[in-house]
Each structure stands twice: as C-alpha cells, then as structure tokens.
C-alpha cells in the first residue's frame, strides 16, 4: 500500500518541525515537504503532488483562506486547516470549511504541556488517515446574502415537534444547507456537530447572518422554539428535555461520551425519552459511531429516523453505523432530506 503524501503549510518553523516529527514514525504517511507560505506551497504542490495538505491561516503574503479559494478551483485536494482557538481563529476556521476544508486540528500554545501537543498529534494522524480516502470537488464561493430579522426569538412560538441533527466530519456545510433552507414558521431544530469551544458559537453565528430562522449557540434552558436552531456548545453536553411549556434544552459539563463533547448519542437518548414520536432524528456525514445508538432508542420511542447516503457524504462513518444497528428508517442524500423535512410540516 503506497503511504500517503502530505504537504505541511505553516509559517512557524517549530510548528513545521513538530508536525513533521510527529508523522515520521506513522507506517503509511509520509511527510513530502514543507513550507512556510502559500506561495512556495504552490510550487511544491505542482513537484511533490501531496495527497493531503495541512494548512495555517495567518501567513505571510497570502493568507490561508485566500490560498484555500484559490486551490479549491484550480486543484481540489482534502486540506486540513490547523487552527487556533482564539475567536478569529475560530470564524476563519468556519469560513474555511465553507469554502472546501474538509477539517481542522487545534494548534496547541507553545507554553502548553506535553499532552496537549500528544493530543494535536493523535487527532492530526486520525484526520489525515480519513482525508487520504476522500475525493474533493471543485469548489466555488457560495454568494451569501445578508437576512435581517425583525422579530425577537423571544417572540417566537414553543415548537410542538422537533428535529434532531447529528454530524461530524463534512457537517458544516451540510447543516448550513439544511437550516438555511427553512423558513420561520418550521418546527424547532437542535443540532450537535462535533466541534471545539467558540468554534459552535461562530459557526452557528456566521450561519444565522444569512438564515431565515434564528440560529444561536445554546445556553442552558433555551426554549425550543419555531423558526429557531439551537447549536450545541463545544466542550459540553446538550440534552433534550420537556415541562409542562414545552421544549428545552440542558446544557451541563458531563463527561465526554464516544470520546466528544458534545455528543450526539446524549442529544439523541435525551429526545428518545423527551419527545418519542414528535422527534425527528437526522444522522450526517462524520467518522466513527457516535450517534448510532442514540439514534435506534429515538426510533424505538417512535420517532422518525434519516441518514444521510453514502453519496452525498463526506465521510460516512456515522450514518454507515446507525444503518449497522438498525436505527434509520431512510437512507436520503442531503436534497431529499430538506424535501422531507418541508413535506412533514
């Protein structure tokens, strides 16, 4: 089996080195070259032809995004962003995913310990072992148009049914799609997509600046409500839970389940016992089981279950796992997933 080819483009030589160090001793990856900004990437591309990039934002000359666009419609190839958790770290991440990246590792401080940076290593191998199997698409720059909304969530009615989304690797743009194309008088929606602090929070920001319903982060006791999405914060849990008002959700510190935090197991068990039959669970793209037996224990309360086809996913792990275990009642790619959703309501 031939070891796959990675290009690491970073503007810091100790990242460079500590990223090229911690692959050397992987059997099947094989760093093939470095380089220190978009231009000289460029360059090595053309020679070295990598299978996998891995990518810095801030860079001198030509910025990581920018870069990004440009390789999208010239050469698809899987790239990995390697991100920053700071709050501009976190929207560029998001847009960077917007606009073809098909994931992102958090870039540990230098000050910080030994672990951090065993964990930056096990997750970047775990993200280039999924991205060497995908095959990336020409990608162009949606056209996004600014929606301005009059009325307060606060205004809004309680939603007495509720749709249940799960996903992982490749779910950003599926859930944008999917909550951009409802509209205000749609039953409430809460969504767990695996992500980190502050990512969620500008994830469901950037995607509620263009949205016809109201997209927020959660907090706990928000009311689920129509026309609205809540978006599970990265780093806790987010749970389903009902009174005698309706629909809301409990956000709390739980451990990690599945290995995520959030994760979508604990939203889907929480919405078997919350909601039963006026449930509707949707399971997207994203590597590993998380999600599957949730999933099955919303369909045996009586809820409707979907996952999302082979075809239109980016890594199909999640929902492969879920059909596995005999929780999903359709299998539909992501067109014929928003067409149900209408055609319930």
Not at 40 to 49: V, Y
Not at 247 to 266: A, G, L
Not at 288 to 304: R, T, V
């Amino acid at each position: 089996m031939s070891k796959t080819k990675v290009l690491i483009v970073d503007d810091s030589a100790v990242v460079r080195k500590f990223m090229t160090d911690a692959l050397k001793d992987v059997p099947d990856i094989e760093v093939v070259g470095t380089a220190m900004d978009p231009f000289i990437a460029a360059d090595k591309i053309k020679t070295l032809q990598p299978d996998v990039i891995t990518l810095d934002i801030e860079m001198p000359r030509m910025d990581g995004l920018t870069f990004l666009q440009k390789l999208m419609m010239i050469k698809p190839m899987p790239v990995i962003m390697v991100s920053s958790l700071t709050d501009r770290g976190a929207s560029e991440t998001i847009r960077a995913l917007e606009y073809g990246a098909i994931d992102f590792v958090l870039k540990p401080k230098a000050e910080e310990t030994g672990k951090s940076w065993d964990d930056f290593r096990e997750r970047l191998i775990e993200k280039i072992e999924t991205a060497k199997h995908l095959s990336i698409k020409q990608r162009k720059v949606k056209e996004r148009t600014v929606v301005s909304k009059d009325n307060a969530q606060s205004l809004l009615e309680n939603s007495n049914s509720v749709y249940v989304i799960g996903a992982s690797t490749g779910g950003t743009e599926v859930i944008e799609e999917i909550l951009t194309s409802m509209n205000s008088d749609f039953p409430g929606i809460v969504v767990t997509q695996h992500m980190p602090p502050k990512f969620t929070e500008a994830f469901a920001n950037r995607m509620n600046s263009f949205a016809e319903i109201f997209i927020k982060e959660a907090s706990d006791g928000d009311r689920v409500k129509k026309g609205s999405a809540l978006i599970a914060p990265g780093g806790m849990q987010m749970l389903l839970r009902k009174d005698s008002s309706g629909y809301f959700v409990e956000v709390n510190d739980d451990p990690p389940k599945n290995r995520h935090k959030p994760s979508v197991d604990i939203l889907f068990s929480s919405a078997a016992a919350a909601a039963g039959e006026n449930a509707t669970g949707i399971i997207l793209t994203g590597m590993g089981a998380d999600g599957a037996s949730g999933l099955l224990e919303m369909m045996q309360a009586g809820a409707d279950t979907i996952a999302q086809d082979e075809a239109s996913c980016v890594v199909f792990g999640m929902p492969r796992e879920a059909i596995r275990l005999g929780g999903v009642q359709r299998i539909m790619n992501i067109e014929s997933i928003i067409s149900y959703m209408k055609g319930k309501e």
